[in-house]
């Protein structure tokens, strides 16, 4: 049980295109996700919760126009990269809350050229 | 504010011998702490979490850790790594259900055959 899914594990996109991220939790409701931001060779940095039915609350410093977050149903968060640039490019991980546990996405892999 | 210290950036066991691996938190409230694994390209696993009881705590692939309030430490032990233990691990704490975890900076661990 408590297995999550992202799509894709892997895009590659140009300079000024959008990117979306999905994540989904198979097999459980999760009214709470959260989307991480990890760059190589450290650890996870929170970007923003994302609670179903309602407007993500994002971490200082993130820019909520360019990473747009919506949780429209218990099983389904989307992270939607606008106007990629290469600064973007990392690893994003969502994960999805059951009580007292986060359970991890695999992760995906943005690379902006 | 909750925060996580892991010793050591890098540890490197032989096969066979015994795994420890540091944690040790700040928290102004009672911790809920969690251990989880990343091998590379993926996301995270949950190895194992303490929340309330017991203060040793079971996990999957024969991990254990042990909550330690008067040292404020949760480290992490294996009696014998096997190669297939090679991973990144990330010690975290959150408050009571998990809302918001703060991570370790990560301990890449190694196995020499």
């Known amino acids: 049980g408590a297995v999550v899914s992202q799509h894709p594990s892997r895009v590659i996109c140009k300079s000024g295109t959008s990117v979306k991220i999905e994540c989904r939790s198979l097999d459980f409701q999760a009214t709470t996700m959260f989307w991480y931001r990890q760059f190589p060779k450290q650890s996870l940095m929170l970007m923003a919760t994302?609670?179903?039915?309602?407007?993500?609350?994002?971490e200082q410093g993130v820019e909520k126009d360019k990473f747009l977050i919506n949780h429209a149903s218990l099983t389904l968060s989307t992270l939607t990269v606008t106007s990629a640039h290469p600064e973007d490019s990392s690893f994003y991980i969502c994960s999805a809350k059951v009580p007292d546990t986060q359970y991890f996405g695999p992760g995906t892999r943005l690379t902006v050229l | 504010a909750q925060s996580v210290t892991q010793l050591g950036s890098h540890v490197s066991v032989s096969e066979g011998a015994l795994v420890l691996l540091r944690c040790n938190y700040s928290?102004?409230?009672?911790?809920?702490l969690f251990w989880y694994v990343q091998y590379p390209n993926q996301g995270l696993q949950l190895l194992l979490k303490y929340t309330t009881g017991a203060t040793l705590v079971k996990g999957i692939n024969g991990f254990e850790a042990e909550f330690k309030k008067s040292e404020t430490s949760f480290h992490l032990t294996k009696p014998s790594a096997h190669m297939s233990d090679a991973a990144e691990y990330f010690c975290?704490?959150?408050?009571?259900?998990?809302?918001?975890?703060?991570f370790g900076q990560g301990t890449r661990l190694t196995i020499n055959p």
């Open positions: 975290a704490v959150s408050t009571m259900g998990a809302q918001k975890l703060v």
């Open positions: 928290s102004s409230v009672p911790p809920y």
């Open positions: 994302s609670n179903e039915g309602s407007k993500a609350t994002y």
